[in-house]
């Protein structure tokens, strides 16, 4: 049934994402603003699990002391 998908002429860029014709892969140049959208698109799991993480650490005794004392370092700097 997917035995068409394996013998696409394209290829994504490892880098970038960009779908490259069989001719075009040793002459393809990474974009710059594209290559860091797909490295974030790639990251998005983590990026979204550090948040959650974040959260939950402020929510513990560690955390809720750490938030006072770099809020007390900002207020004396």
């Known amino acids: 049934m997917f035995a068409f998908f394996a013998h696409s002429q394209y290829i994504p ?14 002459e393809h140049v990474c ?4 290559r860091i ?18 959260a939950e650490f402020l929510a513990t005794p560690v955390g809720r002391f750490e938030a006072f004392y770099a809020e007390r370092q900002r207020a004396v700097a």
């Open 31 to 34: 974009d710059g603003e594209r």
């Open 13 to 26: 860029c490892s880098e970038c994402g960009a779908s490259l014709a069989g001719d075009d892969r040793d």
């Open 37 to 54: 959208d797909f490295q974030m698109f790639r990251m998005r799991g983590g990026i979204a699990r550090f948040e959650l993480d974040l």
